[in-house]
């Protein structure tokens, strides 16, 4: 079973297009290319990885899967396309010659409009993906989880996967509202989710193990161990853990669990939803 971090980026750093990271972020404010990670992903036991897109352009797709066709521990690319336009499928059949795009993401947590991934035109371009076999990451905020519940809802049958947890308030134990909203949509079989970006949603300089097992506790009851994946979101994560911190913190959450459920955590889940060809 190959073991696979489903969630990471490469960037060549840019002020204008990374304006997200701010002072506090400075420690990732810098290119990070595979030949930074591949050894991380060694000395951890990893296999290989999915590199998610970080900035909104056909370009980006172009850069990640320049990266993966030189390096065979990049698994998979997740890229972006404008699922809005009225030439989506044209872009999906162009894209759909390249083995390692694997799917698409929208950075909806961004977009004023909270309901945006229920525009019509947005519904359409994602009506198509199941077409061409590509995945989709749903990349929001806990206030945006109704809304993806009813996105989720309307295409049974389209993988789709939410990002980080859904980016709980873990600094401030915020719980109840995200666990009921988390709840209901795991009960769409077609909705796996990606146990990733907690440690950023903690207090980045005092955050402890325990802070986190909470929520935990709520993803593995509602999805269960065959929809959950491991991510860790580097280098975005360098902000308040290293990756062996970070890995730490689900490495000892999961020991109780048999080695088949955390072969499946650690990568069987992220071999499946990605359809990850060795």
């Not at 990885?49 to 320049?66: A, K, M, Y």
């Not at 991934?117 to 109704?146: E, H, V, W």
């Not at 009921?180 to 909705?191: C, G, H």
């Not at 907690?198 to 993803?219: R, S």
Request: net charge negative; glycine share 6%.
């Amino acid at each position: 079973m190959l073991k696979i971090d489903s969630h990471q980026h490469f960037w060549k750093y840019d002020p204008v297009n990374y304006s997200w990271i701010d002072n506090q972020m400075a420690v990732i404010r810098k290119d990070f290319l595979p030949a930074d990670l591949e050894p991380v992903l060694k000395a951890n036991g990893f296999d290989g990885c999915i590199t998610v897109q970080s900035d909104q352009t056909e370009e980006e797709n172009d850069f990640q899967l320049g990266n993966a066709e030189k390096h065979d521990f990049i698994k998979g690319v997740v890229g972006w396309v404008d699922l809005q336009s009225a030439q989506v499928d044209e872009r999906l059949a162009h894209y759909s010659q390249f083995s390692k795009l694997k799917g698409f993401r929208h950075v909806l947590q961004g977009e004023p409009q909270r309901d945006f991934m229920l525009r019509p035109a947005f519904l359409n371009g994602i009506s198509l993906l199941k077409k061409y076999g590509y995945t989709y990451d749903i990349l929001i905020f806990p206030d945006q989880l109704g809304y993806a519940a009813d996105f989720a809802a309307r295409f049974p049958d389209q993988p789709f996967v939410i990002d980080h947890i859904a980016k709980p308030g873990i600094k401030n134990k915020e719980i109840s509202d995200w666990k009921t909203a988390i709840q209901a949509i795991a009960k769409y079989e077609n909705v796996f989710c990606k146990v990733s970006g907690m440690v950023t949603e903690a207090d980045w300089k005092n955050w402890k193990p325990a802070d986190f097992y909470p929520y935990l506790d709520v993803v593995v009851e509602a999805f269960g161990i065959n929809r959950l994946l491991f991510g860790s979101d580097w280098p975005v994560c360098n902000v308040a853990a290293g990756y062996e911190q970070m890995l730490a913190i689900v490495k000892d959450y999961f020991a109780a669990f048999s080695k088949t459920e955390q072969d499946k955590f650690f990568g069987g889940n992220a071999v499946k939803f990605y359809n990850i060809k060795d």
